[in-house]
């Protein structure tokens, strides 16, 4: 029964619909948050610190920690065999030959990637250890482009994966070869969609605890789920999956899908605490979390339409090429698949062609992440449809407009499998365009142009899907091998409401909110069932898979809350409010169906004032369960599953209705750019959403506003980025540009509510729209804005200065001509010495003199006649580091020139160069040594500290050339001062 | 002259919330790790250890500082405030934070202790702080939930409450 | 993410302080504000044997006019600063450029000392006390000198200073009434410049100083010139700083900024 309806007047009393306050806040608001690491832990616990990789692909040679294991405080040190001998590999997404570890064994497949752990009796100590550690490497060539990965001649990540492909799957849906055949045109576009991540401001972490006589792991870690990972977890710790107790904390610093990531840190941790028979912590640090936590994928497509002259798309091909960096992470090749069911957007199309290839690359693994598939697939459709209103010169409204899925036409299958719920898509864009003012930016746009600026409008229509079946991913596997693997579908959402001997009420679900106000929504819910006031709910939103329910599609991802886990309740609580309705009907002697919940009373519709209170009814269960009518059984607890209908395995045609439900969004914005820094600037944001019943408004225009400034982030500010050699160079806050309150400006959100007839509130998910509907909305604004084709995200306004600005001003002619923007160090330059070539030339190869002019150089050893090896310490300013250096001498054109090249690693990276110096005798004065170099470094150093590399590396060469001629002076003639002073002065170095 | 060595633990004495605060520590703790896991006042997060997140903001002396670049030893005889502070008895809002609960202006929490130490001591020292100053401020920290504007609303809420243009009462409700 | 192990002297005098650099030379890093320096603490980057904290000497801790210049001392905090009824007069340079450094909670704590001593060749300060013409006073346990800030900065973060000296104060020439102007271009507000140009009017025209660009702030003197005369002088200084690309910026943007910001701000100071 519908308790809810049955109480009459429900408007009066519902809760549900209102913006309450949340019943979070006021402990987060005083400082009584309980994040993980505000928990405090067991006495005896140990702190775990991760010593990473600073190569992106590389052999592990040797791994030297005794001096690690020796150091003050420290319990234990684990390499990637130690770990491997207490662990199995991870499960991989795909059926390959292929192993994925939670560290590196053997080899190294991305920047920051874990070599060691250290366990210790504190977080400080435990990184004193980390530097002590001595490994060896052996660089491999990295593989960081994803299209490049698939050369024949790239080097291969895994053997299992031949040409760096993990999948290679097409798909056709209707007949699109067809319809390409005979189309009136065709318009295409490439796209390459970045690297970024929606980067919690809480990071990772994780406690874990063995129990060595029951071989059981209790771990606790702010994880989000999906709990399919539970199974992942269990198996990888060798332990049936009931020895695996995962808890998490009460509140959870954001997560936006990224602390699904966490996950092989679980394995880490947990074996860590198994190795030790100790609890070990670990929490993230922030240099860790931008270098190697989780990222979304970075993807190369290429679509292509088949379209009429008066704009309506017919067919479209799809070539995506997906790069999931170093592993195959459970749950990906998720990601590319998320979107299947509705590639075709918020579009009628009939006709689709797929190629969907999956790469991996030597780049940090990927994983869940706001908009999951969402941004990448709208950034090449909505691109396209903009690219089509512009060859047709036609209003890119109309386009959208006229390929729109029609009004009447819901439910909709689209041609790839999903089943559009419901929804008015021409209405919301009119509505948009109405109340939005989009007359009056278009006359906006106008006068800003007339006075000579540079501004464009975008536009973005796309539907948002939301509730995943947890069969999708299967569609990456052919029919044959799912029919041998056994169907997989469906989105198990649980809730259980119990009630206590007081008659108060309890509500437990396995939702783990992440800040999105679940335990508020939950209290409306089922306050609105049981005539009570939130107040009176209290909720506990955490998991603890010991003793809760939950299934694999437990967990906060997928935009499934308000959908999924609210509708649960809803079920769970209307359970028990019928069972109640039989007990207090015995009491109140009436009919059940007389029976409605109001104002904390039991009550009789006909007959209001023959009523008692809910705890009295509530609570009778508890106290005297005799009393209770037989087929009642109890109410004490009621616990609800319901997993839709409508979410069935992909069928033998590769069909896949890939979520429950589809909200749809149309966005329109208007952007300036800066003429003299180029830098675009919202003028103004348009957001039309249509989520379905809204259960709390304030929280879901919350959520549009948070994906938004996090999508604004994506647009202009935010890029995971990697040089050619691997080498990450976003790892601190300082490179990687979260948005702040300057930078995101404030949308107008505009609300259409058409109800899902798929889920028990009528409300769809609405988390995510943003991230995927308003980076391809500002980049259409930017190429209105600049009549520019080719856009490139983040939209960094020197990027921009090539395609506008056309040849820069020539240089003086004394001077030579840009160089090209690697991250290649390189340099030239020439000193005095006051001595003769010959002289100079045996002191570069002499071992004594390189150890006084090698700047830092605590010891050479000579090797052979032109083999090195030295201890350097490189100093710039307060940076200091030890490094162990090798120096090879070729090319000796004595006493000419020589060729040094050397290689460098120490704890904050590595360094590689070549130097060529060549020495002249100069009449009267000596020797003229002239010197270019080139160099690269890499590791942490190249993530945190990339800025200032450059001119650092100048700065210690400076010095290295400064102590030669110091010292061949020196030597030659007893230290000429006039003649170093004169050198200190032209190097610019230091004494 | 007082050389304190590294392995050691050292006096510090401040003042926290009101409360003196004698405690010993090694040189190199940080303030955060301090407040958080010495003295057990876990409200102010670690976002970044680097000075650019916010979570960490603290008020020493008076002015609103990042926790994590700061030494618990160089705050020896200072004044700090931290969001525990902002509380009065028995768990009861101030005008700030009433006015962050009903616009909504956190989502996670994580970055919240921060930004409302840096708009309290900016509402302290002037309630008449207009729009572009709150803005200002809020600049120096990074939320990664609310999109911010539901931060700047309840600013100037807060800030017209404190000035009298609205009823405190009302709002502190 | 935690600093390495060191000691920690909190001075109670300057020559207490001193007589630690003298000692330890490279191995001790002298901390103020901290503002610079311990995020590298924290990153490892840096892991002096000793830190040496200067911000208890009162005798550091002074704002005040000295002969036609202003005397900032090593303890002095950039918010305290900014709140220096002066500054506006004094040095009007300083005012427009010190809330482009950082933010308030970072001015909060940060010296101005300590991030001309830093030396970062985006920030703000040392690209100010270049533009006018500013010293540096250094001292040691040996004796006390004076450097121009010209003479200074000799790279990413390398400066004159020596490893026993500390810088004692900065001495800077007060604007009084002289035309300044400041801008700067970096990805988010609160950001290391891409480019930042300050210009301060002068007797025969202006000098524009411009950071961000170069290993160090750089300045030059722009006697009235005009029309393509300028743009060609501007061109050759945005061409001399020998610009690279990073992550953030290319060398030709930055060229450009130099450029156009140049023009402005030197039309704004010579107007
Ligand atoms: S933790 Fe201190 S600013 Fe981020
Ligand atoms: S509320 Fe989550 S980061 Fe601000």
């Given at each position: ?179 390409f055949a005979e189309a009136e045109r065709i318009i295409g576009i490439s796209i390459r969609y970045p690297r970024n991540s ?794 | ?70 030494l618990a030893l160089q705050i020896d005889g200072c004044k700090v405030r931290t969001v525990e502070g902002l509380t009065g ?85 | ?271």
């Open positions: 029964m519908d308790a809810n309806a049955a109480a009459g007047a429900p408007a009066a009393r519902s809760w549900i619909g209102q913006s309450i306050p949340r019943v979070e806040d006021k402990a987060l608001l005083s400082g009584r948050g309980r994040f993980i690491d505000d928990l405090g832990v067991r006495p005896g616990t140990l702190h775990a610190a991760i010593l990473r990789s600073p190569h992106a692909h590389a052999n592990i040679v040797s791994t030297d920690v005794d001096a690690a294991k020796l150091a003050r405080g420290v319990i234990a040190v684990l390499t990637g065999q130690d770990i491997k001998a207490l662990t199995a590999s991870l499960v991989v997404g795909v059926k390959a030959p292929v192993e994925c570890w939670p560290i590196a064994v053997g080899r190294v497949r991305y920047a920051g990637e874990p070599v060691a752990v250290v366990v210790a009796e504190s977080r400080y100590l435990a990184e004193d250890a980390i530097d002590l550690i001595e490994v060896e490497y052996e660089a491999l060539p990295p593989v960081i482009d994803p299209i490049r990965a698939m050369d024949a001649d790239s080097a291969l990540l895994h053997d299992g994966f031949p040409n760096n492909i993990a999948s290679d799957r097409s798909f056709k849906y209707g007949e699109p070869d067809q319809i929606c980067t919690p401001i809480e990071t990772y972490g994780v406690v874990a605890e063995y129990d060595p006589g029951e071989q059981a792991f209790d771990v606790l870690a702010n994880f989000q789920g999906p709990f399919s990972i539970h199974a992942v977890l269990s198996r990888a710790l060798k332990v049936p999956g009931n020895r695996l107790r995962l808890r998490t904390p009460p509140d959870s610093g954001g997560s936006f899908g990224v602390k699904q990531g966490v996950f092989p840190y679980i394995v880490l941790i947990a074996a860590a605490a198994r190795a030790t028979g100790r609890p070990v912590k670990w929490i993230e640090d922030r240099l860790e979390h931008l270098t190697a936590s989780v990222s979304a994928t970075n993807r190369a497509t290429t679509l292509r339409a088949a379209v009429t002259d008066d704009g309506r798309i017919l067919a479209l091909d799809w070539d995506q090429v997906e790069d999931c960096g170093a592993h195959l992470r459970a749950p990906e090749p998720a990601t590319l698949y998320r979107m299947h069911g509705n590639l075709t957007g918020a579009y009628d199309i009939a006709h689709v062609a797929v190629r969907n290839r999956v790469v991996v690359t030597n780049k940090t693994p990927t994983g869940l992440n706001r908009g999951f598939g969402g941004p990448q697939v709208y950034f090449a459709l909505e691109r396209l449809v903009h690219r089509i209103a512009v060859e047709l010169k036609r209003d890119p409204v109309d386009v959208i407009s006229c390929n729109l899925v029609p009004a009447g036409a819901f439910p909709y299958r689209t041609a790839t499998g999903a089943l559009l719920d419901s929804g008015d898509y021409p209405t919301a864009v009119a509505r948009a365009v109405s109340e939005g003012g989009l007359a009056e930016l278009k006359a906006r746009r106008e006068k800003v142009r007339a006075e000579g600026g540079i501004y464009g409008i975008g536009y973005t229509a796309v539907v948002e899907p939301s509730v995943s079946n947890m069969g999708y991913i299967t569609t990456v596997m052919t029919p044959a091998e799912r029919r041998k693997a056994g169907p997989k579908s469906g989105a198990q959402a649980t809730a259980t409401v119990s009630i206590d001997p007081v008659g108060s009420v309890s509500v437990q679900v396995a939702s783990i909110p992440q800040g999105q106000g679940h335990r508020t929504v939950l209290a409306q819910v089922v306050a609105d069932v049981l005539g009570l006031t939130p107040t009176d709910i209290r909720v506990n939103a955490e998991i603890d898979t010991a003793k809760d329910a939950w299934s694999i599609a437990s967990g906060n991802y997928a935009s499934r809350f308000a959908p999924a886990v609210a509708g649960t309740t809803k079920i769970a609580a209307e359970r028990l409010a019928g069972k109640l309705a039989r007990v207090a009907a015995a009491g109140l002697n009436t009919e059940s169906d007389d029976i409605v919940f109001a104002g904390g009373f039991v009550l009789s519709k006909r007959n209001p004032d023959n009523k008692a209170p809910f705890s009295r009814i509530a609570a009778l269960s508890h106290w005297s369960p005799g009393a209770l009518a037989d087929d009642v059984g109890q109410t004490i607890r009621e616990t609800a599953f319901w997993t839709p209908s409508e979410l069935s395995p992909p069928d033998d045609h590769d069909h896949i209705n890939s979520s429950l439900c589809y909200g749809f969004i149309f966005d329109f914005c208007g952007i300036e750019v800066d003429r003299v820094t180029l830098q675009p600037r919202i003028d103004c944001y348009v957001t039309m959403h249509d989520c379905g019943t809204i259960l709390h408004p304030a929280m879901v225009d919350g959520q549009v506003r948070g994906g938004f400034a996090q999508a604004v982030g994506a647009a202009l500010y935010e890029e995971y980025a990697y040089a050619p050699d691997g080498s990450f160079l976003a790892g601190t806050f300082a490179d990687y540009l979260l948005p702040t309150v300057a930078e995101v400006p404030e949308p107008l959100i505009l609300h259409m509510q058409s109800a899902s007839p798929f889920t028990p509130l009528g409300s769809k998910g609405v988390g995510e729209g943003n991230c995927m509907s308003t980076p391809v909305c500002i980049a259409n604004a930017v190429a209105d804005a600049l009549g520019i084709a080719d856009v490139e995200l983040p939209l960094v306004p020197a990027r921009l200065a090539e395609v506008l600005r056309g040849a820069e001003a020539a240089a003086p002619s004394s001077r030579s001509a840009t160089r090209p923007g690697e991250r290649k160090l390189s340099g030239e330059g020439s000193a005095m010495v006051a001595a003769t070539p010959q002289q100079v030339w045996s002191m570069l190869l002499d071992a004594t003199t390189l150890s006084a002019v090698i700047p830092g150089c605590n010891a050479v050893k000579k090797i052979s006649d032109t083999d090195f090896k030295a201890d350097v310490t490189v100093r710039v300013g307060p940076v200091k580091s030890n490094y162990r250096a090798r120096v090879t001498l070729i090319d000796l054109d004595h006493p000419n020139g020589v060729t040094l090249i050397g290689t460098a690693d120490g704890a904050l990276g590595f360094g590689a160069g070549k130097g060529r110096i060549t020495l002249a005798p100069v009449a009267g004065e000596g020797t003229s040594v002239h010197y270019r170099y080139e160099a690269e470094i890499g590791g942490k150093i190249a993530s945190i500290g990339g800025r200032l590399l450059d001119g650092a590396a100048r700065v210690i060469i400076g010095q290295f050339f400064i102590a030669l001629a110091r010292q061949t002076a020196r030597s030659a003639t007893g230290g000429d001062r006039s003649i170093w002073t004169k050198l200190r002065g032209w190097l610019g170095g230091r004494r | 002259m007082t050389r304190m060595s590294a392995e050691q633990r050292h006096r510090v004495r401040f003042i926290l919330n009101g409360e003196p605060v004698d405690r010993m520590c090694e040189p190199r703790v940080l303030l955060t790790d301090f407040i958080r896991h010495e003295i057990g006042a876990t409200g102010t997060h670690v976002g970044c250890e680097h000075g650019v997140c916010g979570a960490c903001t603290v008020e020493i002396d008076g002015w609103p500082a990042r926790a994590c670049l700061t008895k028995q768990g009861r809002l101030g005008v700030l934070q009433s006015a962050f609960r009903r616009n909504h202006a956190l989502q996670c929490g994580f970055c919240t202790a921060g930004i409302l130490i840096s708009l309290d001591i900016l509402l302290a020292r002037d309630p008449r702080a207009d729009e572009a100053e709150i803005r200002e401020v809020l600049t120096g920290h990074l939320c990664r939930c609310t999109g911010y504007a539901p931060i700047v609303k309840a600013a100037l809420e807060a800030a017209a409450a404190l000035r009298g243009d609205t009823n405190r009462e009302a709002i502190d409700a | 993410m935690k600093p390495a192990a060191f000691d920690y002297v909190r001075a109670e005098s300057l020559d207490e302080a001193l007589e630690v650099l003298r000692h330890e030379g490279s191995d001790a890093r002298v901390i103020a504000g901290g503002q610079s320096l311990m995020p590298m603490l924290n990153m490892r980057l840096s892991k002096p044997r000793v830190l040496v904290d200067i911000m208890r000497l009162e005798e550091l801790r002074k704002v005040e006019p000295r002969q036609g210049r202003i005397v900032i001392g090593a303890a002095v905090r950039q918010a305290e600063l900014l709140e220096w009824p002066s500054l506006a007069r004094e040095l009007t340079l300083l005012s427009l450029a010190l809330p482009w450094t950082g933010h308030v909670q970072t001015r909060s704590r940060g010296t101005i000392c300590g991030s001309v001593a830093h030396a970062d060749p985006s920030a703000e300060l040392p690209l100010t006390l270049l533009a006018l013409d500013g010293e540096i006073i250094l001292r040691s346990a040996r004796r006390q000198r004076r450097v121009a800030a010209r003479d200074f900065f000799r790279g990413v973060m390398a400066t004159d200073r020596n490893d026993d000296e500390l810088i004692e104060m900065v001495e800077l020439p007060t604007t009084n009434g002289k035309r300044c102007a400041f801008r700067e271009v970096a990805r988010r507000h609160g950001d290391f410049a891409i480019v930042a140009c300050a210009a301060v009017e002068t007797d025969r025209g202006a000098r524009l100083a411009i950071g961000g660009v170069a290993d160090t702030p750089v300045a030059r003197e722009f006697d009235r010139l005009g029309g393509s005369a300028l743009d060609d002088a501007l061109n050759a200084l945005a061409w001399d700083l020998d610009a690279r690309d990073d992550f953030h910026a290319t060398a030709r943007y930055r060229r450009d900024l130099v450029r156009m910001i140049g023009r402005d701000l030197i039309a704004e100071v010579t107007r």
